[in-house]
């Protein structure tokens, strides 16, 4: 059975930094594609960035780049998000989220992902 983990939520002040963990367990995710989506209230689920578990590369929302980065350790089969320079928009539930590695391009649809985690929640104040 599959199943995805989130951890590290909480409440941090504006311009702080956050570290979500995303721990994957039940099957080999070496052929799959781990990202991380957010929903803030009254929004839609929008995706915050990906990473390709074979060989590590990345992809971002434009609102994230620059502040947010995406690791994972494959001993661990964990995926990291950190956060940095957060905004108060930055708040919202984090999921993680996997979905087959189609080579391409990298996922950002919600229906593009088979597994979902429950969710961790992120809340920044001024």
């Known amino acids: 059975q599959v199943q995805l983990v989130e951890s590290g939520g909480g409440l941090v002040q504006a311009g702080g930094s956050l570290r979500l963990s995303c721990a994957a367990t039940?099957?080999?995710?070496?052929?799959?594609?781990m990202s991380w989506f957010r929903q803030a209230p009254g929004k839609e689920r929008e995706f915050v960035g990906a990473i390709r578990w074979s060989g590590g590369s990345t992809s971002y929302a434009d609102s994230v780049k620059g502040r947010f980065t995406i690791s994972r350790d494959n001993a661990k089969n964990t995926m990291y998000l950190q956060m940095n320079s957060l905004k108060i928009d930055d708040t919202a539930v984090y999921y993680c989220a996997a979905a087959p590695d189609r080579g391409r391009y990298f996922a950002t649809r919600m229906y593009e992902y088979d597994f979902w985690g429950q969710g961790t929640q992120v809340t920044v104040f001024s």
């Open positions: 039940g099957r080999t995710f070496s052929t799959y594609v």
